[in-house]
């Protein structure tokens, strides 16, 4: 299974991926993709690592479809998540 | 409305400034999320699919228009220029920070209003009917109950660690607007044979994923003695409802565990202890608050219906909105006006920051400066003159806010739903959206009349659906989004379960089957049958036909 480490960023609360420098993106894109168990374990521990420093909440791996050089979550509500609202909102 | 005292602004302010400090104390690291959640919930703030949600309270769904202002700055300078009015009569706003949250607390509080008890296993909002003190078939304003409530349970030590959340609703017009029936408690006003005002109790309602109708446990209490009742309920509730599941522990579950009569007995036991004692409410009191609610200095009118019915015959579009978006004021002359927040395709409920402050100016112009929030997810001007009406029609309509559908199909209650909500499963407003354009002909809504359509998107029901004459209930079948239609449901002083129509469909299906649902009640109703009418006479079979059953006979309105 592939996969990939998320979180929420603990200030703004803004959805946050891991990435191979070891920061967080906002874009699900710039992941970085574990494609065996043994390494999404390890992303999970950086994730722990990050949130007892304050930098993230909640980190947990989701799977990842990828496609031509992009990175797509599997699961709709994740696919959701990474890409925000499918509906418009704001001011028309 | 209520105002702040001294007494109010300490206590408010007080909280702002301690949740500063564990603000800044989660940001140090001195509090892990595992602390520091509760405090943030205690405070209304969530985090959410995307980010951090506040939901900020509307007591009982009435806002100044210095209020609104202030909504507006908020999601213009925190959030993403918009916010979602909820069906508890509430705003939230979907993309706040956390470290922004304090000061909007703070902005909040200098209009006098806050995020407090609107998360957390205490009493929430209260909610009312959004006519309140207005409405020509009120007996009673509940408004006054609301606040006497809402001073009572607001940070009351004994109810801060309920089993679960806590909700109270009012109503003081026999039509009950306010859902009542599907609260923790609901509190139904009526007059005795000598006028005088008493309520009718119900408890163990609600929605979520087993639905119940309240059931009456008093049918009268006078007015002093509610505030000792309903600590009665909560006392029992506090002591015996189940704290070990989660699904389990809402008071409907104790009610039903114990049945009715023996929760009663609980409670009259409890009650007797407490009747006549510090939570009798005093007449000065009872008074004081009276005052804030006193009908405003109106001014002395004509009934304008038929200079408007002039108005209506040489433009339709106007007559359209008059029928469906306004209803009967107690005072000649003037008119309650609804500003749909359903415009065709719209997000329900969702309204930006420059037309909060466009709706502000013309509550100011139209309506007394002050507008309320409806649990049915619009907005209401309570008191505008009959003789401005076209002129706030006009006004309403460049806005988009004069969609002519109140109470009709695409008035639909929807919650957030997948696109926002991390307990979701299903997207609501997506499925909201294909019925609102699917149905856009004007004639052929008010042609159907009154239906009400609610759209949940996981069995929370924060959407209401078991109580919309249509429910729709989003699913998850192996991880696609299915939609599960009820028929019947009904949320006023007839309050109704809705019945399961059949196997769950997926999205594209919706409409269509909306579409066959309305055109076989078309086909069957009587002479001036309201949708739920010819449900209740004729049940679910021919619709199940109608919608599953491909050799029935169809018929198809283009
Ligand atoms: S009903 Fe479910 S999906 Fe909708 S807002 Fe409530 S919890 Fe979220």
Redesign the interface.
């Known amino acids: 299974m592939t996969q990939v480490l998320t979180a929420?960023r603990?200030?703004?609360?803004?959805?946050v991926f891991l990435t191979a420098d070891g920061n967080w993106s906002t874009a699900i894109g710039d992941s970085l993709v574990a494609a065996d168990d043994a390494f999404a374990e390890e992303l999970l521990a950086l994730g722990q690592r990050a949130?007892?420093?304050?930098e993230v909440?909640?980190p947990y791996l989701i799977e990842v479809r990828q496609e031509a050089g992009t990175i797509e979550a599997v699961?709709?509500?994740e696919a959701?998540?990474a890409n925000?609202?499918?509906?418009?909102?704001?001011?028309? | 409305m209520y105002r702040y005292d001294e007494f109010d602004h300490r206590l408010v302010n007080e909280r702002v400034a301690q949740f500063r400090r564990q603000v800044a104390r989660r940001l140090d690291g001195e509090l892990t999320e595992d602390q520091f959640k509760p405090l943030r919930l205690m405070n209304g703030l969530y985090l959410q699919l995307h980010a951090y949600m506040l939901r900020v309270n509307v007591p009982y769904g009435v806002l100044s228009t210095r209020q609104l202002r202030k909504l507006a700055m908020i999601a213009r300078r925190y959030d993403r220029d918009y916010g979602h009015f909820t069906t508890r009569q509430n705003i939230q706003y979907n993309w706040v920070s956390l470290e922004d949250t304090p000061d909007i607390l703070a902005a909040l509080a200098e209009v006098e209003m806050t995020a407090m008890q609107s998360s957390g296993n205490c009493v929430r909002n209260i909610t009312a009917d959004q006519y309140a003190g207005r409405a020509a078939d009120e007996l009673e304003d509940p408004r006054v109950w609301c606040e006497l409530i809402r001073q009572y349970s607001l940070l009351n030590p004994e109810f801060a660690y309920l089993p679960r959340k806590f909700k109270i609703a009012v109503t003081g017009s026999p039509n009950d607007r306010a859902a009542v029936a599907v609260h923790d408690i609901g509190l139904r006003m009526h007059h005795d044979d000598n006028g005088r005002a008493g309520f009718e109790v119900l408890v163990g309602g609600g929605q979520g994923r087993t639905p119940v109708i309240g059931r009456t446990i008093r049918d009268w209490i006078e007015p002093e003695h509610i505030l000792s009742y309903i600590e009665a309920i909560l006392r029992v509730y506090n002591l015996y409802g189940r704290r070990d599941n989660i699904y389990k522990a809402r008071i409907k579950i104790l009610v039903n565990a114990l049945g009715i009569d023996k929760f009663r007995e609980l409670v009259e036991t409890e009650w007797a202890a407490l009747r006549g004692g510090e939570l009798t409410i005093p007449e000065e009191e009872i008074e004081r608050i009276e005052r804030y609610f006193a009908p405003p200095a109106w001014e002395t009118l004509f009934d304008q219906g038929e200079a408007m019915r002039a108005q209506a015959a040489a433009e339709p579009e106007f007559g359209a909105w008059l029928e469906a978006n306004t209803a009967a004021h107690k005072a000649p002359g003037y008119m309650i006006v609804n500003l749909s927040l359903k415009a065709t395709g719209h997000e329900p409920g969702d309204l930006d920051a420059d037309r909060m402050d466009r709706v502000a100016d013309l509550a100011d112009r139209f309506s007394l400066g002050e507008l309320r929030v409806s649990h049915r997810q619009n907005l209401v001007f309570a008191d505008v003159r009959q003789q401005d009406a076209l002129e706030l029609w006009r006004a309403l309509r460049e806005l988009g806010l004069a969609t002519p559908n109140i109470g009709k199909l695409t008035d639909m209650i929807a919650c957030p739903g997948l696109d926002y909500c991390a307990l979701a499963n299903a997207r609501s407003i997506p499925v909201a959206q294909d019925i609102s354009r699917h149905f856009t002909a004007v004639d052929k809504l008010h042609a159907i009349g009154d239906l009400t359509i609610n759209i949940s998107g996981c069995m929370n029901a924060c959407g209401h659906h078991h109580v919309g004459n249509i429910g729709i209930l989003g699913v998850d079948k192996q991880g696609q989004e299915f939609f599960q239609l009820t028929l019947g449901g009904a949320s006023d002083q007839h309050a109704a379960l809705g019945d399961r129509l059949g196997r769950a469909l997926p999205q594209a299906e919706v409409p269509a089957a909306i579409e066959r649902i309305v055109d076989c009640y078309l086909d069957l109703r009587a002479a001036d049958e309201t949708f739920l009418d010819t449900y209740r006479r004729v049940g679910i079979k021919p619709f199940k036909a109608a919608v599953y059953d491909d050799t029935a006979e169809v018929r198809r309105v283009a």
């Open positions: 929420n603990l200030g703004d609360g803004q959805v949130e007892r420093e304050c909440i909640g699961a709709i509500r959701i998540r925000g609202p499918t509906v418009a909102y704001g001011p028309a």
